[in-house]
């Protein structure tokens, strides 16, 4: 495969630090905003309550094969990079390709 194609699509690694936002707990204007005295379970069995982060109720993020670059940059590391095959991304290059098909082929 050439440039930034792989198996799934054409992409490109990204570094992203956001995930540091996966423990956040709300503090007023950011965060996971749970309302007062409410609490519930997620599908998965997580328990919902105002303490609750982004990654408390979607703990089977922990089961991704890649999770350890996450944990990794929650504890400290550097900011994990992954190659993301976005939809909107595949559509605009497929868009791209029949414009210049129609132009050129």
């Given at each position: 495969?050439?440039?930034?194609?792989?198996?799934?699509?054409?992409?490109?690694?990204?570094?992203?630090?956001?995930?540091?936002?996966?423990?956040?707990?709300y503090n007023g204007d950011q965060g996971l905003y749970v309302p007062p005295g409410w609490t519930g379970t997620m599908p998965n069995g997580d328990p919902?309550?105002?303490?609750?982060?982004?990654?408390?109720?979607?703990?089977?993020?922990?089961?991704?094969?890649?999770?350890?670059?996450?944990?990794?940059?929650?504890?400290?590391?550097?900011?994990?990079?992954?190659?993301?095959?976005?939809?909107?991304?595949?559509?605009?290059?497929?868009?791209?390709?029949?414009?210049?098909?129609?132009?050129?082929?």
């Open positions: 495969m050439t440039g930034h194609e792989d198996a799934k699509g054409i992409a490109i690694p990204e570094t992203r630090t956001d995930y540091s936002r996966f423990d956040d707990t919902i309550n105002s303490n609750s982060t982004f990654l408390s109720i979607r703990s089977f993020y922990k089961n991704d094969p890649d999770w350890s670059k996450v944990q990794s940059y929650l504890n400290g590391g550097p900011a994990p990079t992954f190659t993301y095959h976005r939809f909107w991304s595949q559509s605009e290059i497929a868009t791209a390709f029949a414009v210049h098909v129609d132009l050129f082929g």
